[in-house]
């Protein structure tokens, strides 16, 4: 016997949001029990000697403990200074103190692919041809003290 439901589809606006996401927590928490509470945000910026912002990392720590970074990103003629390393060192020996013992992330093969694999992140997928002639790269790392 099917069973029809109907339905509309809407933007979202705030309360859909918290809705969906506390929906899909959830579900992964009855499946797999969380190992901390919350999303624990890491999140830094570096700035010169004058105050101005040349870089920052948006990451955090989810219910598994594993760290995610989302965005590193370091200003042009900042890069290629080491400033990068430091702030992504600086997120994973947080990370570790925190009880996170693996990271991930996410990048395009005209970003950062060489810098992530220097600081010894493997490549564990990609989708090639995303954008058209370019590679999205998926790696991770095993964090240890």
């Not at 016997?1 to 509309?8: G, H, L, S, V, Y």
């Not at 579900?27 to 040349?54: C, H, M, Q």
């Not at 947080?94 to 992330?105: C, D, P």
């Amino acid at each position: 016997m099917e069973i029809k439901t109907e339905f509309t589809i809407e933007p979202c606006e705030k309360e859909n949001v918290k809705k969906i996401v506390d929906g899909i927590n959830n579900y992964n928490l009855s499946k797999v029990p969380a190992i901390a509470d919350i999303w624990t945000r890491l999140e830094f910026v570096a700035k010169d000697k004058n105050g101005i912002e040349v870089g920052g990392i948006l990451a955090g720590i989810g219910y598994w403990n594993g760290l995610e970074i989302n965005i590193l990103w370091i200003k042009k003629g900042y890069r290629k200074k080491g400033i990068g390393t430091q702030i992504l060192k600086h997120v994973e020996k947080i990370a570790i103190e925190k009880g996170a013992e693996i990271s991930m992330l996410d990048t395009f093969d005209f970003q950062a692919e060489d810098f992530y694999l220097k600081n010894g992140y493997k490549p564990i997928g990609e989708i090639k041809g995303f954008p058209k002639g370019q590679r999205r790269i998926y790696l991770s790392k095993k964090l240890t003290k």
